[in-house]
């Protein structure tokens, strides 16, 4: 009897600490992520040079591009097919990270955020965007870019 009233006391378990809003980014969060924000711009302005300013011209963009077939598809370009790409299509472009985190180690960082792409104000895909940062005497650029690329289940904000 012991036994059984020994197994069945509950041993209360305190709540969860209420969540509190992430405080907004230091200097350096702000500074890795300062050319990822002008890429965009500069993908939203279709201004190739200003595209290239921000990134290192040795690097890769890599797209991950789901299949209607389930499957996935690689793509990788350099940056200056990346750039150039950009000149037909929609009138405009806009990219937005959604609650990215950044990680930084000496003059490396990386940021791994969800993101939304809009073409002429209408969500057209959405994914997982990964940036590898590089640090240099003249700042920090985009080295490489990874992302997922969905049409499904793709958020409308």
Same mark, same amino acid.
């Given at each position: 009897?012991?036994?059984?009233?020994? @197994?069945?006391?509950?041993?209360?378990?305190?709540?969860?600490?209420?969540?509190?809003?992430?405080?907004?980014?230091? @200097?350096?969060?702000?500074?890795?992520?300062?050319?990822?924000?002008?890429?965009?711009?500069?993908?939203?302005?279709?201004?190739?040079?200003?595209?290239?300013?921000?990134?290192r011209?040795?690097?890769?963009?890599?797209?991950?591009?789901?299949?209607?077939?389930?499957?996935?598809?690689v793509?990788?370009?350099?940056?200056?097919?990346? @750039?150039?790409?950009?000149?037909?299509?929609?009138?405009?472009?806009?990219?937005?990270?959604?609650?990215?985190?950044?990680?930084?180690?000496?003059?490396?960082?990386?940021?791994?955020?969800?993101?939304?792409?809009?073409?002429?104000?209408?969500?057209?895909?959405?994914?997982?965007?990964?940036?590898?940062?590089?640090?240099?005497?003249?700042?920090?650029?985009?080295?490489?870019?990874?992302?997922?690329?969905?049409?499904?289940?793709?958020?409308?904000?």
């Amino acid at each position: 009897m012991l036994l059984l009233a020994l @197994a069945l006391q509950v041993t209360p378990v305190q709540p969860l600490p209420k969540a509190v809003p992430l405080p907004p980014p230091d @200097a350096d969060t702000a500074a890795v992520l300062a050319p990822i924000d002008r890429l965009f711009a500069a993908v939203t302005a279709k201004d190739r040079a200003a595209i290239l300013a921000q990134v290192r011209t040795d690097g890769r963009n890599s797209a991950i591009v789901a299949m209607p077939d389930g499957s996935s598809e690689v793509r990788t370009r350099s940056w200056a097919d990346f @750039a150039g790409g950009l000149t037909d299509g929609p009138s405009l472009l806009q990219e937005r990270l959604v609650n990215p985190v950044v990680d930084i180690d000496g003059n490396l960082a990386m940021v791994w955020s969800s993101y939304i792409f809009r073409a002429d104000g209408r969500v057209t895909h959405c994914g997982t965007d990964q940036f590898t940062m590089v640090r240099d005497a003249a700042g920090w650029k985009v080295q490489h870019l990874t992302y997922t690329q969905r049409q499904t289940d793709c958020p409308a904000g």
